[in-house]
């Protein structure tokens, strides 16, 4: 079956019910979705479910606030909106669900080289390199993709043309931000002692 054929069967439009229930259940169904997907939920698809005019700003604003007050949220990652456990939950989430393989898993030096990828991409393995003063392993590098958190970027201008690479949404989400402009800034960061000067 074709996505248009599952798009005929549902009614965007609700014209048979009251504006109030309407709206409310355009916001359900904008719940649902992001409550069944893995990963962030771009506008165009969350257009398919609502009314032509329906403003998915509000609609995700008024979900929000229907939210308040419970284990979840809706978060801006990207380009898109995911519906997530609030960061308050996380130790209880850890001490009654078998989520250890959901965790990152990524040494001290794993999350260095993320956080030179975040900060100077997109940069290649050279690049890298030249940060940390050694050569960055492939498998680091395989490593991170593995979870999503990076991707490939362009490749360099250069002899060779070397991949660079770029951090993902999934980083974004991971880390709880709605794009790299929430990347604390390198001068609060030396200011703090978290780099060298």
Do not use: C
């Not at 898109?80 to 308050?88: C, D, I, Q, S, V």
């Not at 393995?125 to 979870?147: C, T, V």
Request: charged share 30%; proline share 5%; no cysteine.
């Amino acid at each position: 079956m074709s996505r248009d054929w599952h798009e005929a069967e549902l009614d965007r439009e609700l014209t048979d019910l009251p504006p109030d229930l309407r709206w409310r259940e355009w916001m359900r169904r904008i719940e649902a979705v992001l409550f069944a997907s893995s990963t962030p939920v771009a506008r165009d698809d969350l257009a398919r479910v609502i009314g032509q005019g329906a403003s998915i700003d509000l609609l995700i604003e008024d979900l929000t606030v229907d939210l308040e007050g419970r284990a979840f949220e809706v978060a801006r990652v990207g380009a898109g909106w995911w519906l997530r456990t609030k960061p308050a939950y996380a130790a209880a989430i850890r001490a009654a669900a078998n989520v250890g393989g959901q965790a990152l898993n990524l040494s001290e030096f794993d999350l260095a080289v993320l956080a030179a990828i975040a900060f100077h991409q997109p940069i290649s393995r050279d690049g890298l390199k030249h940060i940390f003063g050694k050569e960055i392993s492939r498998d680091l590098i395989g490593r991170l993709a593995e979870r999503d958190l990076i991707g490939i970027g362009p490749r360099e201008p250069r002899r060779g043309a070397p991949y660079t690479f770029v951090t993902t949404d999934t980083f974004l989400a991971v880390f709880g931000m709605e794009s790299l402009r929430d990347l604390p800034d390198m001068e609060q960061m030396e200011d703090a002692g978290l780099t060298a000067p």
